[in-house]
């Protein structure tokens, strides 16, 4: 039987930062007339590497941080311009599957706004959640031109060279 070596959950993170794809901007709507990536691509993509190290992720609760004008916390204020904004400090917890008493509290703070009361609190969460696992996780995103070129790039690169002390060195046939 094999020895298991049993990782804490920051040797979990360290190794579920380095199976983070690139990810590609694609256009998803047309109120956006640029490229990006979703909350639910970065999902798809580290959801395989925090199920291989065994970490799970939970948002605990949200906390209002703005008041009315009674005093009161609330989640959402109308703005002047007539949009509702949503604010709350948002506390996330992970955890190790293998230890589940060794969890990391964090919190993050978002923001939202939108002319529904409901697109603020999706728009707050998503781009709160969105920007906290990409810094993370270092994930980087190229635009689909970039993909493209880079993809060029590398079909131009004869398959028989090999790294060799730094430098690009051909291989010699046998």
Same mark, same amino acid.
């Given at each position: 039987?094999?020895?298991?070596?049993? =990782? %804490?959950?920051?040797?979990?993170?360290?190794? &579920?930062? !380095?199976?983070? $794809? @690139?990810?590609?901007?694609?256009?998803?709507?047309?109120?956006?007339?640029?490229?990006?990536?979703?909350?639910?691509?970065?999902?798809?993509?580290?959801?395989?590497? =925090? %199920?291989?190290?065994?970490?799970?992720?939970? &948002?605990? !609760?949200?906390? $209002? @941080?703005?008041?009315?004008?009674?005093?009161?916390?609330?989640?959402?204020?109308?703005?002047?311009?007539?949009?509702?904004?949503?604010?709350?400090?948002?506390?996330?917890?992970?955890?190790?599957?293998?230890?589940?008493?060794?969890? !990391?509290?964090?919190?993050?703070?978002?923001?939202?706004?939108?002319?529904?009361?409901?697109?603020?609190?999706?728009?707050?969460?998503?781009?709160?959640?969105?920007?906290?696992?990409?810094?993370?996780?270092?994930?980087?995103?190229?635009?689909?031109?970039? !993909?493209?070129?880079?993809?060029?790039?590398?079909?131009?690169?004869?398959?028989?060279?090999?790294?060799?002390?730094?430098?690009?060195?051909?291989?010699?046939?046998?």
């Amino acid at each position: 039987m094999k020895n298991y070596q049993y =990782l %804490n959950l920051e040797q979990k993170m360290l190794r &579920i930062r !380095r199976k983070m $794809p @690139t990810l590609l901007k694609r256009f998803y709507n047309d109120e956006a007339d640029y490229d990006f990536a979703t909350l639910d691509d970065i999902y798809e993509a580290m959801t395989p590497a =925090l %199920n291989k190290y065994g970490v799970n992720f939970d &948002i605990v !609760r949200e906390i $209002p @941080t703005q008041y009315d004008e009674s005093g009161h916390q609330t989640y959402l204020v109308l703005d002047k311009d007539d949009y509702w904004r949503y604010e709350a400090d948002v506390e996330l917890c992970w955890t190790n599957a293998d230890r589940p008493e060794e969890c !990391r509290h964090v919190t993050i703070h978002i923001t939202g706004t939108n002319e529904i009361p409901d697109k603020a609190h999706g728009t707050a969460l998503t781009y709160g959640l969105k920007y906290y696992f990409r810094n993370k996780f270092c994930i980087r995103q190229v635009s689909r031109k970039i !993909r493209i070129m880079l993809s060029m790039m590398e079909s131009r690169v004869p398959t028989r060279k090999i790294i060799r002390q730094g430098r690009y060195m051909e291989k010699k046939k046998q």
